[in-house]
């Protein structure tokens, strides 16, 4: 099983719509990235997430940290065809810091005009 | 500022065959790390180097290798291609790396396709 689990796999969504993608870790999570790749191409950075009950935002994209429960959720609002592409998480899980990245599969979104 | 910068953007080789991938990274940024990305298994940890020195290896067999400079650009080696190392292979440079909690950028990948 995956050590970083995504859900959904995918999300097809209508224009203006808003969605939650999650993130959960079988690990402590010691740090948490989003990223956002369109195929074949690199990733893109959104944000990063350390503490329990962080929360950031940029544009209509906001990400939240539950320690507890060892996970993240990206959330965007009022979604848009620039949102559309694979949104991967990452972490540093363990039993400490490990200095590298586990990725979750990714969850791919399609927004439909 | 300029991104991560990958060269070749594509590549095609034979079985048997080696290979040298190269990565510059942001300026001012010390640490770089390489990334495997396949459908099979998403994407997966290779090696970090920080300050010409490896400082993280991931679980891939020593046909894999790499290399900083002083200018922190790296490349990394794969020999004796495998057709299972067909994949993209991701650069990310970073400030202090994820020890030092600061985020990768990742460069735009090279494409490794072994026939």
């Known amino acids: 099983s995956q050590e970083l689990e995504q859900s959904p796999q995918s999300l097809i969504v209508q224009e203006g719509k808003n969605l939650t993608i999650n993130c959960t870790s079988s690990?402590?999570?010691?740090?948490l990235y989003w990223y956002k790749q369109k195929y074949g191409e690199g990733l893109i950075f959104l944000m990063m997430?350390?503490?329990?009950?962080e929360e950031k935002s940029h544009e209509k994209i906001t990400a939240k940290l539950d320690e507890k429960k060892q996970q993240s959720s990206l959330h965007i609002t009022a979604s848009q065809p620039s949102h559309a592409g694979i949104y991967l998480c990452?972490?540093?899980?363990?039993?400490?810091?490990?200095?590298?990245?586990?990725f979750g599969q990714g969850t791919t979104l399609q927004v439909k005009p | 500022k300029a991104g991560v910068t990958q060269t070749p953007r594509y590549l095609i080789k034979t079985r048997g065959q080696q290979v040298t991938l190269s990565c510059s990274p942001i300026?001012?940024?010390?640490?770089v790390s390489w990334y495997q990305q396949t459908p099979g298994q998403g994407l997966q940890f290779l090696f970090e180097?920080?300050?010409?020195?490896?400082?993280n290896k991931g679980n891939f067999p020593g046909r894999f290798s790499g290399r900083q400079f002083s200018n922190s650009r790296s490349e990394m080696n794969v020999s004796t291609l495998e057709l299972g190392d067909s994949a993209l292979y991701l650069c990310?440079?970073?400030?202090?790396?994820?020890?030092?909690?600061?985020?990768?950028?990742f460069g735009n990948g090279t494409r490794l396709t072994v026939t």
């Open positions: 990310a440079s970073s400030l202090e790396g994820v020890w030092g909690n600061s985020p990768l950028h």
């Open positions: 180097y920080f300050s010409e020195t490896q400082r």
């Open positions: 300026s001012g940024h010390r640490s």
């Open positions: 997430l350390q503490k329990g009950g």
């Open positions: 990452g972490a540093d899980i363990g039993s400490g810091n490990t200095g590298k990245l586990i």
């Open positions: 690990k402590t999570l010691y740090g």
